[in-house]
């Protein structure tokens, strides 16, 4: 049975590493002076990726049967030498060092994803109780339906919330959930006038498309579905498919909801088809932020202090310092 050593944010240039990791892509096979050699993209639970680069004898059939057992999602055990490439770090496989394609039975998969942040049984019964606040009888009908399913529970609660951004572990979309619908339930005791049990729907439904958006293996990762459609015109899917089940359902209500799953990125560029046009779908897209972007933001942190004792670090994806004591 392996287990894995380090993250991939851990490895640093010149290191010998003896390690595990799930491949993500596949890059084909090419001729070198010594023999065959081929690259893979790996990943680790975190989400992050590090390119690995097999160096092969000149049997090119030995090599090419070796890349060809190897699939996506495959775990793979790697011996190998951190290296800096076109200033980024890369793993290489020299004989002898070795290279194994693993089974199911050597590894244990749940290493590979993050685990809960909370008592998720917790975080959904608070979910459901929530709902029992909901006045409406549309909305209490459809968000009943819904989330007393016990087959759509039980993959709620292990879901992850993204790839890897914000919120991508196991019952990671619940905890999202939960953030949403309190920031929500926030934004009502300022507001009064916003409609509580329009926000309260939203806010649970927003992201319900992800549940076809990301699926998890070794590793969480776009569905051919998710990746084609995306979770906003799925969740719009699944929320008016289980409103057509409700007879009487109110139709103003209904474009509303609709239209808060649809606007709540906020802005076209950012992946909404329409962007907020009433004050219950404004609310919701800073409800999203809020959760999203804190939630970033404290696990970079969290992480970034594993590796130094610098004040600061830069995030890519910010294009900022972060300060970090």
Known sequence: ?????????????????????????????????KGYSFTLLVSDQTGATIEYKFWGPEDERLVNALYERIKQ??????????????????????????????????????????????????????????????????????????????DFEERFKKHPGAIEVHHNWTGGLLQHTVEVVNYCILSHKQFPDLNKDLLIAGALLHDIGKME?????????????????????????????????IQGFDPDLKNKLLHIVASHHGRLEYGSPKEPMIPEAVALYYADEMSAKIAEITEFVKESRKHTDDRFMFSKRNQRNIFLK
Request: aromatic share 8%.
């Open 1 to 33: 049975m392996y287990s894995r050593k380090y993250l991939i944010s851990e490895l640093r240039e010149g290191q010998i590493i003896d390690d595990i990791f799930v491949v993500k892509i596949k890059r084909g096979i090419q001729k070198y002076s």
């Open 213 to 245: 958006e990301l699926e998890v293996t070794t590793r969480i990762k776009g569905t051919e579905k998710g990746q084609l459609i995306g979770h906003l015109p799925m969740g719009l899917i699944f929320v008016e498919k289980r409103i057509s089940r």
């Open 73 to 150: 999602d495959s775990v793979v055990h790697v011996q190998g030498k951190i290296s800096n490439y076109n200033n980024k770090l890369q793993i290489a496989t020299n004989e002898p060092m070795g290279f194994d394609i693993l089974e199911p039975g050597q590894y244990e998969p749940s290493m590979f994803i993050k685990p809960p942040k909370g008592d998720v049984n917790k975080m959904y019964d608070g979910l459901k109780e929530t709902i029992t606040f909901v006045k409406n009888p549309n909305l209490k009908q459809l968000l009943t339906e819904i989330f007393t399913d016990t």
